[in-house]
């Protein structure tokens, strides 16, 4: 009965794993079976599962390295010259025996020998809604990271992811600033105008035909005059002279951050006369038919 390849996967707990999501979407352990390399997967996904692996008898690792040349002359005829040598076979052969196509066989084939578990059904089994007409295959290779060759004209997808810089805030305190009062001496002159008393005498000439020859001379009159004056007496008073007013304001200003960021591009090869039209959609346009 033909094959058909549900996945591809890295190590046997992938693998049952998956037989477990396959089994909850219709397929019966009877219609699954594995290809590995070694025997101690097998085994171990055998009793964990219950679905058996395919025996593949193949030829040396000389052999099958001439073999994965086959892709540089695909559709060649070579078959008679690779089908040689005791009888034994290769993970191509035994793949294009099952139906798979020979280009996906030579893929799978690979990735065998890279020590990569498959992960076969016969063909009609389980449920066919759950597949969507997708192959199932097809995405556990998406998942692993490999290529994935398909000759049907479903249209597929591939994601384009990318990092994106996702720039938070939070308060730190960078500085402190202390306002505070020193006391600080310092000599100030002022000029203050004061007032003093002064005795002036003044002498004058007398007529003596008029001078006053009446009384004795005689040394008994004393005339006293008293002196003032302004003193200055300096007293000291605080007054206000300045006011600080002390707050805090919010200034806002841009600071650029850099860092480096990582997404993926599709790159498209084509080989001999195949033709691509690449168009870009722009998914946030509106469509003014569905309106």
């Known amino acids: ?17 998956a037989i477990e999501e396959f089994q909850n979407e219709g397929y ?28 593949v008898s193949t030829r040396n690792q000389t052999q099958i390295e001439e073999h994965q040349g086959f ?18 076979t290769t993970y191509y052969d035994h793949l294009v ?3 798979i196509s020979e280009v996906d066989a030579l893929r799978y084939e690979d990735d065998i020998n890279y020590g990569k578990v498959l992960l076969l059904a016969d ?8 597949a969507g007409g997708v192959s199932t295959g097809t995405m556990a290779r998406e998942q692993t990271g490999f290529e994935d060759t398909f000759d049907t004209d479903k ?21 402190e600033v202390e306002v505070k009062k020193d006391v600080v001496e310092e000599e100030k002159t002022v000029n203050v105008p004061v007032k003093h008393e002064e005795v002036y005498v003044e002498r004058r000439a007398v007529d003596k035909n008029e001078a006053d020859t009446t009384g004795p001379i005689g040394d008994d009159e004393t005339i006293r005059v008293p002196i003032v004056e302004e003193k200055v007496e300096v007293t000291k008073k605080p007054v206000v002279s300045e006011e600080l007013v002390i707050g805090k304001k919010q200034v806002t200003e841009t600071q ?11 790159k498209v090869k084509k080989e001999g006369d195949a033709s691509v039209n690449e168009t870009t959609t722009d998914s946030n346009r509106v469509d003014p038919d569905r309106l």
């Open 1 to 17: 009965m033909s094959k058909t390849v549900l996945g591809v996967y890295n190590s046997s707990d992938e693998v049952v794993r």
């Open 28 to 55: 019966s352990v009877k219609d699954l079976s594995i290809i590995a390399n070694t025997t101690d997967v097998p085994s171990y996904i055998e009793e964990e599962t219950g679905v058996t692996s395919q025996e």
């Open 71 to 88: 892709l540089a002359s695909l559709f060649s005829p070579f078959e008679d010259s690779m089908n040689q040598n005791d009888g034994r």
């Open 97 to 99: 025996a099952q139906g």
């Open 123 to 130: 063909k009609g089994s389980g449920n066919v809604s759950a």
């Open 155 to 175: 249209q597929r997808s591939l994601k384009l992811r990318e990092e994106q810089l996702d720039v938070n805030k939070h308060r730190v305190q960078t500085g």
């Open 256 to 266: 650029q951050v850099t860092e480096n960021v990582k997404r993926e591009e599709a």
